[in-house]
Nanobody
Framework: QVQLVESGGGLVQAGGSLRLSCAGS????????VGWFRQGPGKEREFVAA????????YYADSVKGRFTISRDNAKSTAYLQMNDLKPEDTAVYYC?????????????????WGQGTQVTVSS
């Protein structure tokens, strides 16, 4: 069992930066891939980024490549999403998720665990 708790959301101006954290609990956190999804107003939930359990393999949605960076620190059971050059269209509730593999998250496969979400609002 893995519990995920997001933090770090907030209000930022366009061009600014935020870092989201996903704190995991449970002994298996270091053995699961972790990803970030988001759901904007009136939109469906979409994939943002994912990282393999060991960290070397990452995946990104085209809309965030070059601006967002996903990372993890298994010693702290925490994953991060560094978001730079934020745009108003990045406004959404951001959810942390865990699954068996990073490509499972990227390709819409079954997600084993979800966090409760954190709001990110980017003003123009």
């Amino acid at each position: 069992q893995v519990q995920l708790v997001e933090s770090g959301g907030g209000l930022v101006q366009a061009g600014g930066s935020l870092r989201l954290s996903c704190a995991g609990s449970g002994r298996t956190f270091s053995r699961v891939a972790v990803g970030w999804f988001r759901q904007g107003p009136g939109k469906e939930r979409e994939f943002v980024a994912a990282i393999s359990w060991s960290g070397p393999t990452t995946y990104y949605a085209d809309s965030v490549k070059g601006r967002f960076t996903i990372s993890r620190d298994n010693a702290k059971s925490t994953a991060y999403l560094q978001m730079n050059d934020l745009k108003p269209e990045d406004t959404a509730v951001y959810y942390c998720a865990a699954a068996t593999t990073g490509y499972t998250l990227r390709d819409g496969g079954p997600v084993d665990y979800w966090g409760q979400g954190t709001q990110v609002t980017v003003s123009s």
